[in-house]
C-alpha cells in the first residue's frame, strides 16, 4: 500500500504538511479497524477544541512511533531543535539541569506531532504559564488499575472512591484510559506542590483501601496485590505524567482515553478501549464533564475533613 503524497493542512494562521498520511499507524486485526498517518491528523483536527484546553501551558512527554505500532517506541521529552519556531517549549529543572518539552498550545501543533507519529500525549498536572509555576499542580490524579482487564472491578472502585472524595468535597471526573482502567481527576488551585498533594493523594487512597480491603490496596509490588484493583497515586509527583484527555492510545485500534460522565461510569458496556478515533469525537461532543466545576478546589479543607476521617 502507498503512503501517499504529502498534504497540507489548514489550522488557524499556520499550514502544516502531512508527510507519508497514507502510512499505516495502527494495522487492521481480528476485527480492530486500520488507521493512517491521515486518519489519525483528522482525528486530532477534529477533537482539538475538546483536547487542547487539557493541553495547553502543560509539558509533554510524547509517544511516538514513527514506523506504526509494530515498529520501535519513542518516549520523547526534549522538543527537537528542527520542531517549527512556532510551537510553543517549556523549559523546566530536572536533576543536573533542565529539559525543554513541547507544549501543545494549537491545532497546528496537534497536526505537527501527528505528522511525527506521535500517537499518545502524556502531561504534566501542572502549568508552567501560571504564577505558581510547575512544582504546583492544578490536578490530581487517581490511577485505577484493575487485576487484568476487569473493567467492572475499575467501575466499582471509582464509585467507592467517588463517595469517598464526596465526603471531602472534592468533585472527583471520570475517565477511561484507553488501555484498561479508569483515571478519576480531581481540579486543584495550584497552591499547593507536589509533596503535598502526593502526601494527600496516598492518605486518601490508604482510607479507600482501608475501608474496603478486600477489594482494594495500596500496595506497589503485584505479587501483594492478591486479585485487588491498585489504587496508584504515584502521577502525582513533579515531573510525573498522565495521558491527557481524548489522546489515542498506542494499541490496536487506536483506542482513545476518553472522559465520562458518572452514568457511563455505571454503563456495562462502557470498558476501558470503548471508543476509538472512529468514534471517540461524539463522546467529546455530549460534554461528559459539563457538570464539573471550572475552578480547582483547595485542599485545605479535604484536609481537615480527611484528618476527622481517619481519628
Given at each position: 500500500?502507498?503512503?501517499?503524497?504529502?498534504?497540507?493542512?489548514?489550522?488557524?494562521?499556520?499550514?502544516?504538511?502531512?508527510?507519508?498520511?497514507?502510512?499505516?499507524?495502527?494495522?487492521?486485526?481480528?476485527?480492530?479497524?486500520?488507521?493512517?498517518?491521515?486518519?489519525?491528523?483528522?482525528?486530532?483536527?477534529?477533537?482539538?477544541?475538546?483536547?487542547?484546553?487539557?493541553?495547553?501551558?502543560?509539558?509533554?512527554?510524547?509517544?511516538?512511533?514513527?514506523?506504526?505500532?509494530?515498529?520501535?517506541?519513542f518516549m520523547q521529552k526534549n522538543a527537537p531543535g528542527h520542531y517549527p519556531d512556532w510551537i510553543t517549549r517549556a523549559e523546566v529543572a530536572k536533576?543536573?539541569?533542565?529539559?525543554?518539552?513541547?507544549?501543545?498550545?494549537?491545532?497546528?501543533?496537534?497536526?505537527?506531532?501527528?505528522?511525527?507519529?506521535?500517537?499518545?500525549?502524556?502531561?504534566?498536572?501542572?502549568?508552567?504559564?501560571?504564577?505558581?509555576?510547575?512544582?504546583?499542580?492544578?490536578?490530581?490524579?487517581f490511577d485505577l488499575d484493575p487485576a487484568g482487564d476487569d473493567f467492572a472491578q475499575a467501575r466499582e472502585a471509582a464509585v467507592r472512591l467517588r463517595e469517598l472524595l464526596d465526603e471531602l468535597g472534592l468533585p472527583a471526573a471520570p475517565m477511561t484510559t484507553g488501555s484498561r482502567g479508569l483515571h478519576l481527576v480531581v481540579p486543584l488551585d495550584g497552591r499547593h506542590d507536589f509533596d503535598d498533594v502526593r502526601r494527600f493523594a496516598h492518605d486518601v487512597a490508604e482510607l479507600?483501601?482501608?475501608?474496603?480491603?478486600?477489594?482494594?490496596?495500596?500496595?506497589?509490588?503485584?505479587?501483594?496485590?492478591?486479585?485487588?484493583?491498585?489504587?496508584?497515586?504515584?502521577?502525582?509527583?513533579?515531573?510525573?505524567?498522565?495521558?491527557?484527555?481524548?489522546t489515542v492510545r498506542a494499541l490496536p485500534g487506536a483506542p482513545v482515553a476518553v472522559p465520562l460522565s458518572w452514568e457511563q461510569v455505571a454503563d456495562p458496556d462502557v470498558h476501558a478501549r470503548r471508543w476509538t478515533i472512529a468514534d471517540a469525537v461524539d463522546q467529546a461532543r455530549s460534554g461528559p464533564w459539563a457538570a464539573l466545576t471550572g475552578r480547582g478546589r483547595a485542599l485545605g479543607p479535604a484536609r481537615r475533613r480527611l484528618a476527622a476521617l481517619t481519628r
Open positions: 500500500m502507498s503512503d501517499g503524497d504529502a498534504r497540507s493542512i489548514r489550522a488557524g494562521r499556520r499550514t502544516v504538511c502531512l508527510h507519508r498520511p497514507g502510512k499505516v499507524l495502527f494495522p487492521g486485526s481480528g476485527g480492530l479497524g486500520q488507521y493512517t498517518k491521515g486518519d489519525l491528523a483528522d482525528y486530532y483536527r477534529s477533537v482539538a477544541p475538546y483536547l487542547l484546553p487539557h493541553l495547553r501551558g502543560r509539558p509533554l512527554m510524547l509517544e511516538r512511533h514513527p514506523d506504526g505500532l509494530d515498529g520501535p517506541r536533576e543536573g539541569g533542565t529539559v525543554t518539552h513541547v507544549v501543545c498550545d494549537d491545532t497546528a501543533t496537534l497536526l505537527h506531532l501527528a505528522d511525527q507519529a506521535c500517537l499518545t500525549l502524556h502531561r504534566w498536572l501542572s502549568r508552567t504559564d501560571r504564577a505558581a509555576g510547575p512544582d504546583h499542580p492544578d490536578r490530581l490524579v479507600a483501601a482501608s475501608r474496603h480491603p478486600e477489594r482494594l490496596t495500596t500496595a506497589v509490588r503485584k505479587k501483594e496485590r492478591a486479585g485487588r484493583l491498585y489504587l496508584d497515586v504515584q502521577r502525582n509527583g513533579y515531573a510525573q505524567t498522565a495521558v491527557a484527555p481524548y
